[in-house]
């Protein structure tokens, strides 16, 4: 099994549609999430840290499950703007290994 | 705002060549990382550097060395290129050396033939 995982996608939603995306991972004791945007030909950002309480920014919310090991990001009302590819972070152990899954691809369309 | 830049966009070497990416921080950032991302297998670490001088090995290191003589600077060098080394390159820094922001540069495009 794959430390991180992500559906690849594409996600294809019209404007205005909310979508979610999960990403699992495999190591119980992974303590820090976080969600990093990568739009085409560009270099990954930080969008936003996953905290065990969730958190909300705008339009975006990220979730922790712990018990069933993923994260999740929310995004309503999509924009067009909104199309990039969503990487999960996961970082893992006393050496704190930071490891990114591979990406779900989100398009958003007229 | 943190700026991370990267010496090529683009970059055409031939198998056996030397090669040197070059990656430059200006937010004062102890820890700086290069990377190689690759359709499916998503971003890669290849080693870190938590202060000048210092190194670590990260989880595809076989091929690859660095240097890091100076805190703003971390060179990603491939003393022999080989085809398999044709990916995107990304150079990343940040403050605290895990569980903080990274800051990624524009990544360089290594072609291989």
């Known amino acids: 099994r794959k430390e991180v995982e992500q559906d690849p996608g594409p996600f294809n939603v019209p404007e205005g549609a909310t979508v979610a995306f999960n990403c699992t991972y495999s190591?119980?004791?992974?303590?820090?999430f976080f969600w990093y945007r990568q739009d085409c030909r560009k270099e990954p950002k930080l969008l936003m840290s996953?905290?065990?309480s969730g958190n909300e920014d705008g339009r975006f919310t990220a979730q922790l499950n712990r018990a069933s090991q993923y994260i999740s990001l929310l995004i309503r009302d999509s924009k067009l703007s909104d199309s990039a590819t969503y990487l999960c972070v996961v970082v893992t152990g006393t050496a704190s290994k930071l490891t990114f899954g591979t990406g779900t691809r989100l398009q958003v369309t007229l | 705002d943190v700026k991370v830049t990267q010496s090529s966009r683009y970059l055409v070497k031939r198998t056996g060549e030397k090669v040197f990416l070059e990656c430059v921080q200006d937010m004062d950032h102890e820890n700086m990382f290069w990377y190689r991302q690759d359709p499916g297998l998503g971003l890669r670490l290849i080693y870190f550097?938590?202060?000048?001088?210092?190194?670590e090995k990260g989880d595809i290191p076989e091929g690859y060395s660095v240097s890091r003589e100076k805190k703003e600077r971390f060179s990603l060098i491939l003393e022999s290129a080989s085809t398999n080394q044709t990916s995107m390159y990304l150079c990343?820094?940040?403050?605290?050396?895990?569980?903080?922001?990274?800051?990624f540069g524009p990544g360089t495009r290594l072609t291989v033939l």
């Open positions: 990343a820094s940040s403050f605290r050396p895990w569980g903080d922001t990274q800051y």
């Open positions: 996953v905290y065990s």
């Open positions: 550097s938590y202060d000048v001088k210092m190194k």
């Open positions: 190591n119980s004791a992974s303590q820090s």
